[in-house]
C-alpha cells in the first residue's frame, strides 16, 4: 500500500487539518494535523458516542478505554469529529487505517502517532470492531509500531492492550492471526520479552497457538506462527524459562518433527520456495533448542528427527533448499555431540557422506556450519576406520571421497583464510577439521597398498577409483592437516 504525496494531504477535503492554534514540535515529510485527523478517524463509533452495548463485558481492559474516552477523547478526538461531522464507515476506516499503518513503520511517525492517543484509539477498536479487516489493520499498526522502542514500550504500558492482542488469537480469521504473531515475534527480541513472556504463559494461549501451528494450511500464517516459536527459543534465559517448559509440555518437539516430516515429503514431491522457507524455519527453531541444556537431550534422543535430518542430507539435489541442508547439518553435528553413538548408524551409509560433503558450498560464509560438517565428518570417518573393512568397503569409501575431491580442496583452498584470523586460530574448530584430515589421509593410505589387481577388479565393478585422484587428494589433505596442526598446537 502507497502514501499518497504530501501535496493530496493538504488539498483533500476528505481529511481536515487539525485547529490552527496546534503547534507541532515533529520533523517529518507528513503533515502532523493529518497523521492526528486519521487517528480522530480510527475511533469507533460507539465509543465516540458513549455506546458501550455492543455485547462486551465490562472487563478492566473495557473500563481502560472508557477512562481513556473520559479523559482524553471529549477533549481532543470527540469534540474534533463533531465539528468535522466524520463517520468513518468500514472502507474509510480501511483506508485510513492502511495509511497509518504504512506510517507507523517510520520511527518519527511512530513515536508522534502514540503520542497522540494512536494505541488507545487501536484498544477501542480491538475492543468493540466486528470487522476482520479492521482488526487485521489494527494489529498490523501496533505490530509496526512495536519495531520502535519508544512506542513499543508504550504498547506495554497501555494497560489492557497486550492482552486485547493475545484475545485475538482466538480469532478464525488468518490475517488476522498472521499480523498477531508478527507482533507478538517482534517483541520477542526487545527489553519488554519477559512482561510479554509472562503475558503468553497460561496454557490455553500457549496451546492456541501451538494448534495454529499445527493445524493451518495457510503457508504464510504456518510461517508467521513458526517464526514465533523461534523467536521464543531464541529469547534470552528469562524468557526460555518461563515459556519453553509448559511448551514442550504441551508437545512442542513433537509437533515440529511431525511439521518437518510433512515438509520433507512435500519437497520431494513439489518445489515451491515458500515451503522451502517453511522447512528452514523448522530446522532452525529445533536447532535453537538443541543448544539449550534442559532440552538438548530430549532432541538428540528422538530417532524420528535424527532420521529426517540424515534424509534431507542425502538428497542427491541441494540447490533450492540448500540453506535448510546447511541448518540441518548444525543440528546434526549438535546431536552427535551428545548422541555420539548415532555415529555408528551412518558411518556406513556412503550416500549421507557423498551428501555431507556437498554442502560445503553452500556454507561458505558461514565458519560454524562448516565446522560443524568437518566435526559430523571426523566422527563418521574414526567409526569407519574403527570398523573391520573388507577391501570392497575400503574401495567404496575411497571411491565416494575421491568424487568429492574438488569440493573438499575448494573449501580447504578458499577459505584457509580462517585459520589466519585471531578468533580462529588456535580454536577447536579447526582440531575436528584436522582429526578429519587425517582420517582421511588413513583411508587413503590403506586403499594405496591394495593389490592392484584387486582395484582394478573393483573399479570394473562400478566404484572406479582414479590414482591420480587419490594422489591429490591425499597431497592436499596431508599439507592442510599439518598447517593446522601447526597453527593450534
Known amino acids: 500500500m502507497s502514501i499518497p504525496p504530501e501535496s493530496e494531504y493538504q488539498s483533500s477535503t476528505h481529511h481536515p487539518p487539525a485547529p490552527s492554534d496546534e503547534l507541532f514540535d515533529i520533523t517529518t515529510t507528513v503533515d502532523p494535523s493529518y497523521i492526528i485527523s486519521l487517528i480522530r478517524k480510527l475511533l469507533p463509533e460507539n465509543v465516540k458516542h458513549g455506546d458501550q452495548s455492543c455485547c462486551i463485558d465490562k472487563s478492566e481492559n473495557m473500563k481502560n478505554v472508557e477512562t481513556f474516552v473520559e479523559q482524553s477523547v471529549d477533549d481532543k478526538l470527540y469534540s474534533q469529529n463533531e465539528r468535522e461531522g466524520v463517520a468513518a464507515g468500514e472502507d474509510a476506516w480501511e483506508e485510513f487505517g492502511c495509511i497509518l499503518w504504512d506510517l507507523a513503520a517510520s520511527k518519527t511517525h511512530a513515536e508522534f ?25 489494527s494489529l498490523g499498526i501496533i505490530g509496526n509500531l512495536a519495531c520502535h522502542d ?12 497486550i492482552g486485547a492482542v493475545l484475545q485475538q488469537l482466538f480469532l478464525d480469521d488468518t490475517p488476522c492471526l498472521c499480523e498477531a504473531c508478527r507482533l507478538l515475534t517482534l517483541f520477542l527480541p526487545s527489553d519488554e520479552s519477559v512482561f510479554l ?21 495457510n503457508v504464510q500464517l504456518l510461517e508467521k506462527s513458526i517464526n514465533l516459536l523461534l523467536a521464543i527459543a531464541e529469547s534470552k534465559q528469562d524468557v526460555v524459562a518461563i515459556l519453553l517448559p509448559p511448551l514442550f509440555k504441551l508437545g512442542l518437539l513433537r509437533i515440529l518433527v511431525d511439521l518437518l516430516s510433512v515438509e520433507i515429503s512435500k519437497l520431494m ?48 539435489d541441494k540447490a533450492e533448499f540448500a540453506h ?25 551409509d556412503r550416500l549421507f557422506l557423498q551428501g555431507l560433503v556437498d554442502v560445503f558450498p553452500f556454507a561458505s560464509d558461514d565458519i560454524e ?17 574403527k570398523t573391520d573393512m573388507s577391501p570392497s568397503d575400503l574401495h567404496q569409501h575411497v571411491s565416494v571421497l575421491t568424487s568429492k575431491s574438488e569440493v573438499v580442496e575448494d573449501e580447504l583452498l578458499n577459505y584457509n583464510v580462517d585459520d589466519s584470523s585471531e578468533d580462529h586460530r588456535g580454536s577447536t574448530k579447526l582440531i575436528s577439521r584436522t582429526f578429519a ?33 587419490v594422489d591429490k587428494m591425499l597431497h592436499y589433505c596431508c599439507k592442510y592437516a599439518k598447517s593446522t596442526a601447526g597453527t593450534h598446537g
Not at 115 to 132: C, D, G, P, Q
Not at 150 to 158: D, G, Y
Not at 197 to 217: H, K
Open 113 to 137: 502517532m502514540v503520542e497522540n492517543f494512536a494505541l488507545e484509539v487501536l484498544l477501542a477498536t480491538l475492543m468493540v470492531s466486528k470487522s476482520s479487516r479492521i482488526t487485521e489493520i
Open 150 to 161: 519508544v512506542p513499543r514500550k508504550k504498547i506495554t504500558s497501555t494497560n489492557g492492550l
Open 197 to 217: 513472556a509472562e503475558a503468553l504463559q497460561p496454557e490455553q494461549i500457549l496451546s492456541r497457538i501451538l494448534w495454529i501451528v499445527e493445524n493451518t494450511l
Open 269 to 316: 514431491e513439489e518445489r515451491s520456495p515458500e515451503r522451502c522457507s517453511i522447512l528452514d524455519l523448522i530446522l532452525q527453531t529445533i536447532e535453537a533448542l538443541s543448544v539449550i541444556d534442559d532440552y538438548s537431550q530430549e532432541i538428540c534422543s528422538n530417532k524420528e528427527l535424527f532420521q529426517l535430518l540424515v534424509q534431507l542430507i542425502k538428497h542427491p
Open 324 to 348: 535448510s541442508c546447511v541448518t540441518a547439518s548444525v543440528l546434526t553435528a549438535n546431536i552427535l555431540t551428545d548422541a555420539t553413538y548415532l555415529a555408528l548408524e551412518i558411518s556406513q
Open 369 to 385: 556450519a562448516r565446522s560443524a560438517i568437518w566435526s559430523i565428518l571426523a566422527r563418521l570417518l574414526a567409526r569407519i576406520l
Open 437 to 469: 584430515l587425517n582420517r582421511i589421509v588413513e583411508i587413503l593410505s590403506q586403499w594405496r597398498t591394495l593389490d592392484d589387481h584387486l582395484k582394478e577388479t573393483l573399479s570394473m565393478e562400478g566404484c572406479y577409483v582414479s590414482e591420480r585422484d
